[in-house]
């Protein structure tokens, strides 16, 4: 088969596969386990499995995909606005501005620095703990970061989907344990720890505090891109 | 048609800022990855207010397929088998203390510099 009808079928199935995914996990109520990129990516490995195709093979045919997935982490910036074109977070945060900030840029940096020293502690392998140092942030921003400076990319992008999985099914009750209530003070804590995943879910309970958590995973994105590769030659 | 009309700037836009950033972090060598500086240029150009209003239908398209252009990334897994088996639990145990560190953290940091509760 020509490698552009191949390329084209395979982006195509992905799509399909992706938006089959998100009406299951709609059907489902949203919950955080039935995330449809873990579904879809199940899904797609299965195929792959079962038709005994190779991975390169699959890896060079859904090269499309990879590429837009560079204008797709620009767009992210949009996510912090709303539809007047004014931030949704703006209002909420903009008297605690500089705390907001503050609580992103040190939890991020703890982020990052308790997944090494953990990992660390606990003998993982280099290749676990290099993939480790991007899972506070969310997807998109783990696989750029990675491919900058060569980093395993498949672990790196299945560590931070993994991470907002876990992080939205347990930070709520702990946050829910420790009483902090407030929008502001959960949003953040659940888009810096949970980032994309936790603010879909956020947004479709609050929408308010879900604009919070977006303007937290992507700072916190673009906290880890300028920091990651700065310790990369000591991880 | 006239739905695809409408996305397209945004589209061509992001991805013009995506190509950039990575001509300008190739060009001065830096660990920063390309699409991230096309991202701060996008948010400059976002919060300067500066009638950018025709890119949001192209953007919130990206957006809302990002998840399918990360599948090909997580498929690749596949060759860390092994080594994800042989560390699962400590791996797990990791992954869940510290992203309750970060939660416990960050909603701390918040309070700790004054943030309205």
Not at chain 1, 96 to 107: H, M, P, Q
Not at chain 1, 120 to 127: F, H, K, N, S
Not at chain 1, 132 to 139: A, H, I, P, Y
Not at chain 2, 21 to 40: F, Q, Y
Request: aromatic share 6%.
């Amino acid at each position: 088969m020509a490698g552009w009808l191949e390329s084209l079928l395979a982006t195509l199935a992905i799509l399909a596969g992706f938006a089959m995914a998100r009406r299951l996990s709609a059907r489902l109520g949203h919950p955080p386990w039935a995330s449809p990129v873990l579904l879809t990516a199940l899904g797609a490995a299965a195929v792959l499995t079962l038709a005994g195709l190779p991975l390169a093979r699959f890896e060079a045919a859904t090269m499309p995909l990879r590429w837009l997935l560079a204008p797709a982490l620009v767009a992210l910036a949009s996510v912090t606005f709303g539809k007047s074109g004014r931030t949704s977070a703006a209002a909420g945060i903009a008297a605690n501005r500089g705390a907001a900030l503050f609580a992103v840029t040190g939890g991020t940096v703890i982020g990052i620095g308790s997944a090494i020293g953990l990992a660390r502690a606990v003998g993982l392998d280099a290749t676990l703990v290099a993939a480790l140092s991007t899972k506070t942030v969310t997807t998109p921003f783990a696989v750029a970061i990675m491919a900058r400076v060569g980093g395993p990319v498949a672990l790196a992008a299945a560590l931070a989907v993994l991470t907002g999985v876990v992080g939205t099914l347990l930070v709520p009750p702990l946050l829910d344990r420790l009483r902090i209530t407030d929008d502001i003070a959960r949003g953040l804590a659940l888009g810096v720890s949970a980032h994309i995943v936790a603010t879909d879910w956020l947004t479709r309970r609050n929408p308010d505090s879900g604009g919070v958590a977006a303007l937290a995973f992507v700072l916190a994105g673009i906290i880890a891109s300028l920091l990651v590769p700065l310790l990369w030659g000591r991880l | 048609m006239q739905a695809v009309l409408n996305v397209v700037p945004g589209v061509l836009l992001c991805s013009g800022l995506g190509l950039a950033g990575n001509m300008l972090a190739d060009g001065l060598g830096i660990g920063l990855p390309g699409p991230v500086i096309g991202l701060l240029a996008y948010a400059a150009w976002l919060f300067s207010g500066r009638g950018i209003g025709w890119s949001f239908a192209g953007a919130a398209l990206l957006v809302r397929w990002i998840g399918a252009m990360i599948v090909p990334a997580l498929v690749g897994l596949g060759a860390y088998g092994q080594l994800l088996t042989a560390a699962a639990l400590p791996l797990l145990l990791v992954l869940v203390a510290s992203t309750l560190i970060t939660a416990f953290a960050t909603a701390g940091l918040y309070r700790l510099a004054g943030g309205q509760l």
